[in-house]
């Protein structure tokens, strides 16, 4: 989902919501040895997607970057978060740190950025891929443009494998935004661009982008900041054409830079402050829609987990919606939804390092 050092909610925030992955109920596809050909870029495509519905036990597998500071990103780790097994490790070459990762729609397929430990040089991408067991196979090179290589951009990696979104942070334009989406099975890019900043960007399916628009300026803006969704299959290369989707709006302020939840009209949310019996409690956990002004389901966590933590974040949820992981900490407890219930979950990762989940969204994948 997702790119560089990018702020994020913090506590005290209200909404924090995070990037949505479609999943699936049956078991994982076949990951034997392709027989597609390696694209111009070097991208071996991913697997058929998981079915849209699923429980989180279908997507067993995270690759997640462990440490913190100088030890960050030194190497990745593969897990079952279900099992707790450990089941491979994976640096980077030449002496780099992983800065991001990325998931495809297959639970095997994943896309990895690294970049030089001392800030210098020029970023670099690799394909990792999981075998039926997930374990890791060598890293693929992949060559992308410049343009993503060289600058901090949100990335988001497509369902299908085969799409890359990213949105260039433009400093010396503070108000001039674009959003580029690359085929890396063909290499081929088309760009939309518009007034103000590009703050968050996730894929809702495989053609359509949901990304939030500000302003960045203490003058009048010059449109309305949303979330607004981005058929990338239609004609046209405005940004502004995009559709408003006013209840993600509510959910994720455009001008906060939170990963944005958006897979086939749905999210999940945090909510603001609220008290309970004298205790000062942050977040329910909500469910949205992009076509309802109210949330569709409340879940409140202190009836399981206590009243002893500071913060929530949602961390997966299948594209229907109706299934969903969420942490909350600290210390961290692992809760999971379906469909109306709620009950508690072992994580057997390290969801954000111990901060929240919204601070290290790119700091794992399912």
């Known amino acids: 989902m997702t790119g560089g050092a990018v702020a994020m909610l913090t506590v005290g925030a209200v909404v924090a919501v995070a990037a949505i992955l479609p999943g699936g109920h049956l078991p994982g596809p076949s990951t034997g040895r392709h027989r597609v050909a390696k694209s111009p870029l070097g991208w071996v495509p991913a697997a058929r997607q998981l079915p849209a519905s699923s429980s989180p036990q279908a997507w ?14 030194v190497h990745a780790d593969v897990t079952n978060w279900v099992t707790g097994a450990s089941l491979g ?6 002496g780099r740190c992983f800065e991001q990762v990325m998931g495809a729609g297959d639970d095997r397929t994943f ?3 690294a970049y030089h430990c001392n800030l210098a040089g020029r970023t670099r991408f690799y394909e990792l891929r999981l075998t039926a067991t997930g374990h890791p196979r060598p890293l693929i090179p992949i060559s992308l443009p410049q343009s993503v290589a060289s600058s901090s951009a ?13 949105a260039p942070a433009a400093p010396g334009r503070p108000n001039r935004a674009a959003i580029t989406v690359i085929d890396l099975m063909t290499g081929k890019k088309r760009t939309w661009s518009g007034p103000g900043r590009v703050t968050t960007l996730g894929w809702a399916g495989s053609s359509t982008l949901d990304f939030g628009l500000a302003w960045n300026s203490a003058t009048k803006a010059t449109f309305q900041p949303a979330v607004r969704a981005l058929d990338t299959t239609a004609a046209g290369r ?11 709006s509510d959910v994720h302020p455009a001008d906060t830079t939170s990963p944005l939840a958006g897979a086939n009209g749905v999210s999940f949310g945090v909510t603001g402050l609220l008290v309970d019996h004298g205790h000062r409690l942050w977040n329910e956990i909500a469910r949205y829609s992009a076509l ?11 009836p399981l987990i206590g009243h002893n933590y500071a913060w929530c974040d949602p961390v997966w949820t299948d594209a229907s919606g109706m299934h969903a992981l969420a942490v ?7 809760l999971q939804i379906d469909g109306k219930h709620m009950h508690v979950v072992a994580l057997h990762f390290a969801v954000g390092n111990g901060a929240a989940p919204a601070s290290n969204v790119f700091y794992f994948a399912f």
Not at 328 to 334: D, E, K, L, Q, V
Request: hydrophobic share 45%; net charge positive; aromatic share 10%.
């Open 111 to 113: 896309l990895l950025a």
């Open 292 to 302: 309802a002004a109210k949330p569709t389901a409340i879940f409140r966590p202190w």
């Open 89 to 94: 490790q994976i640096s980077p070459p030449g």
């Open 60 to 73: 067993p597998f995270v690759v997640w970057l462990p440490g913190r500071g100088n030890n960050h990103g």
């Open 328 to 334: 909350c900490g600290p210390p961290n407890h692992g």
């Open 238 to 248: 405005s940004l502004l054409a995009s559709r408003v989707l006013p209840a993600f």
């Open 154 to 166: 949100w990335l988001a990696l497509a369902p299908d494998g085969r799409h890359l979104a990213y």
